[in-house]
């Protein structure tokens, strides 16, 4: 299933040229939030490129990487940290 047009999407790409925090301010209120987390290895650049071409919003996160059994829970608490819920 694919996400809504006006979804937050987000993918996380060790060369990504955001950082989280620079993308929150664009977010909508009540809007569906989305984290494509990729397998081990990560995603390539093509991937990226096919992604940010249908909307996603690739980021990094200062040079950390994590493995995919926490990723998603990591930037969820990065996303709640930086809106200001925890």
Same mark, same amino acid.
């Given at each position: 299933?694919l996400p809504p047009d006006d979804a937050i999407k987000l993918i996380p790409y060790?060369?990504?040229?955001?950082?989280?925090?620079?993308?929150?301010?664009? #977010?909508?209120?009540?809007?569906?939030?989305?984290? #494509?987390?990729?397998?081990?290895?990560? #995603?390539?650049?093509?991937?990226?490129? @096919? /992604? !940010?071409? @249908?909307?996603?919003?690739? #980021?990094?996160?200062?040079?950390?990487?994590? @493995?995919? !059994?926490?990723? /998603?829970?990591?930037?969820?608490?990065?996303?709640?940290? !930086?809106?200001?819920?925890?």
């Amino acid at each position: 299933m694919l996400p809504p047009d006006d979804a937050i999407k987000l993918i996380p790409y060790e060369y990504g040229t955001c950082h989280i925090r620079d993308i929150i301010p664009t #977010f909508e209120p009540n809007k569906q939030l989305h984290i #494509f987390v990729g397998s081990e290895g990560g #995603f390539s650049s093509d991937e990226i490129v @096919r /992604a !940010e071409a @249908r909307g996603w919003h690739a #980021f990094r996160l200062r040079g950390h990487i994590l @493995r995919v !059994e926490t990723a /998603a829970t990591s930037i969820i608490a990065i996303v709640h940290y !930086e809106m200001g819920i925890l």
